[in-house]
C-alpha cells in the first residue's frame, strides 16, 4: 500500500463465524476487538447491523480508533434509543442512544451521527442511527 491507499481488492473479514461457533452474538465483542486492534492499518471499518448485539460499545470504539490510518473511516449503524447509554430490548439487540455515541467517540476529530432505519421488524421501520467517525477532518 502506497500514501494510505491500498492496491488490490479490500480486505475482509466474515464475523457470522463466531456467531455460528458460539451460539451467542454477544461472544462476538473479544474477538472483533482483537482482530481490529491487531490491524493499524485500515482505511474503512464498517460494521452494519453488527453492534447491535454488543451493549458496551467503549472498549470497541477505542480498539478502532487505534486501527485506522491518519485519515480512516468508521461507519456503523445502531438502533436508537432516547434514555440511557444502552439498553437490551425485547427483540434481543442493544439500542444505543445519541448521547451516549457522542461520549464514546469523543476521541475521534470528527463524528457525525445521523437519524434513519436502517432495518425493519413486523413490517415497521426500527429507527437507529448512522454513525461516521474519522480520525482527521
Known sequence: ?????QSGPPAGWPISVYWLETADPRALAGPLAARVHGHPDNDLILAADVFVYLGDLSPLITHAQAALTTYGVLAFTVQACDDGDYHLGPDQRF???KAY???ILSAFENASITDGSFR???DRDVPGFLV???KRA
Not at 1 to 5: E, I, K, L, T
Open 1 to 5: 500500500a502506497s500514501g494510505g491507499v
Open 95 to 97: 439500542s444505543h442512544s
Open 120 to 122: 425493519r421488524d413486523r
Open 101 to 103: 455515541l457522542s461520549k
Open 132 to 134: 461516521l467517525a474519522s
